[in-house]
């Protein structure tokens, strides 16, 4: 079993300094419990590097087990990483060295689900889309949805407060989880694993919401979960400029209320890229050049009275020119093709080429300035593409060029942190810092407040082992 691994002694001391000393690959192999974890060629720290290697995968079945597991490692100092399947891209599922790899899959059992309340109670192993399809028998549907909800797993979500979709309805995780169990450094278990709407009893720690696995690993979650409404429509549609895209949201908030459920944007760049890349796909629209397009999904209870504010919005939208051509979904079919013209702009991006990516809040009106403002800089050198979920006011600036190199990125960084920064925005608004942005935290958050969330993590994890090197900065003495 897992235990007898551990207990056999053949991992050492794994924690390294950043110096990149103890770069090794240890060799932990034990038949069944390996699996080989992915190479991949990443940027860190400003270059090209290559992702550590560790051999070892632990799959443990129960909370106990994982307390068991923190246990051992945080008394040998054995650098844990919890590696749940989210989206590749994104920093924090790196391996720096040689960690020990917690996969949460086997704990993938729901533990209950209460039809009054909507409250549904799971292990953090749960794949989002097992989830949805288990509601979706109930009559309820998952808070949040996105790209990569066939492989994430409810736990990774949480741990990345994962924004995703429909964030503009059924707003951030962070407030829709009720209750967690997770499991700290020194393996004691946290049971907070409350169904309770309100609960003002002490200080709220939702903390581990978004602590990207460096303060505790989450074992169970209690979330709040909406009901499900039949009456889905999808336009797609084009708009000639940014401010239109920024008035047409304005429109659509005070317009359809209460039904709207998500409202997306992408350039043309990035639709272009989706059309060229991608097997299957293409524009809905008559192939005339428009600068912007839209994607609104209005969910409500009423197929008749939905339809009908919708087709009015949309009426007054084009007769005051804020959209230029549009197009409503028949049909499911021509929804989830709507859809994937969005949801297919990251998978086009890796099919281009190398990319560089950001993920920022910004206030809405500046937003788009900045994706301009990358284009003049970088000339023809890149292909510099705006998209992402602008009811939310959070911008995915992708930077496609043929390969990485450091001169392209000199001119992106630190501009683009000091832009965003300037502007009181985010430098990470829903992916989290990871691995390569844990030293750019100080755009976003001033020394205090490092200060705060390092004493946080000291107390919680005072040999460091949980996820290392990554969300907080290496040092914070040099803005002290
Ligand atoms: C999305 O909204 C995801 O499509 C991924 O958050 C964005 O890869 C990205 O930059
Ligand atoms: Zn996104």
Redesign the pocket.
């Known amino acids: 079993s897992i235990m007898i691994i551990i207990a056999s002694g053949m991992f050492r001391h794994v924690l390294a300094s950043m110096d990149h000393q103890g770069k090794t690959a240890r060799d932990c192999i034990e038949k069944g419990l390996l699996e080989d974890t992915r190479r991949i060629q990443h940027r860190c720290f400003g270059s090209l590097a290559e992702e550590g290697s560790s051999k070892l995968l632990l799959q443990p079945q129960t909370t106990e087990e994982v307390s068991q597991i923190l246990k051992y490692c945080n008394s040998r100092s054995l650098a844990v990483v919890p590696k749940v399947e989210i989206?590749v891209?994104w920093a924090e599922v790196f391996l720096f060295f040689d960690e020990v790899v917690i996969n949460m899959s086997l704990m993938n059992n729901v533990i209950s689900f209460d039809k009054v309340s909507g409250i549904l109670v799971c292990e953090a192993g749960c794949i989002l889309e097992n989830l949805i399809t288990f509601l979706d028998n109930q009559g309820f549907i998952m808070p949040l949805d996105?790209?990569a909800k066939g492989s994430c797993q409810i736990g990774g979500n949480i741990s990345t407060n994962a924004?995703?979709?429909r964030l503009v309805r059924y707003g951030s995780l962070h407030g829709t989880v009720l209750g967690l169990e997770v499991v700290l450094a020194n393996g004691d278990i946290l049971d907070m694993l409350g169904t309770l709407r309100k609960d003002n009893t002490g200080y709220d720690l939702k903390h581990f919401v978004h602590c990207e696995g460096s303060l505790g690993i989450v074992t169970k979650v209690s979330i709040l979960t909406p009901p499900k409404l039949f009456s889905v429509n999808v336009a797609f549609l084009a708009c000639q400029d940014y401010f239109s895209c920024q008035k047409l949201l304005v429109e659509a908030k005070g317009k359809l209320g209460e039904i709207l459920s998500a409202f997306e944007f992408l350039d043309s760049k990035a639709l272009d890229l989706v059309l060229n890349h991608l097997d299957g796909v293409r524009n809905p629209l008559p192939p005339t050049i428009h600068n912007f397009y839209v994607l609104i999904e209005t969910t409500g209870s009423d197929e008749t009275y939905d339809r009908q504010k919708l087709e009015a919005f949309l009426l007054h939208a084009m007769e005051g020119g804020l959209i230029s051509d549009g197009v409503l979904a028949q049909d499911m079919n021509q929804a989830s093709a709507f859809w994937y013209l969005r949801?297919g702009?990251?998978e086009a991006?890796m099919k281009a080429g190398a990319v560089y990516?950001y993920?920022l809040s910004l206030p809405v009106e500046k937003m788009y300035d900045l994706v301009d403002e990358m284009r003049t800089r970088l000339g023809d050198s890149a292909n510099v593409v705006g998209y992402?979920?602008l009811g939310d006011g959070n911008l995915?600036l992708?930077i496609s060029t043929p390969q990485y190199d450091d001169r392209t990125l000199a001119q992106i960084e630190p501009f683009v942190y000091e832009w965003t920064s300037a502007h009181r925005g985010s430098i990470s608004a829903?992916?989290g810092l990871g691995l390569m942005k844990a030293n750019k935290i100080f755009y976003s958050k001033p020394t205090a407040t490092v200060k705060l969330m390092t004493s946080i993590k000291k107390m919680l994890d005072p040999k460091g082992i949980l996820n290392p090197y990554k969300v907080l900065p290496h040092s914070i003495d040099s803005h002290s």
């Open positions: 989206q891209l996105l790209g924004g995703g979709l949801e702009v990251p991006l990516k993920d992402g979920h995915h992708n829903e992916h």
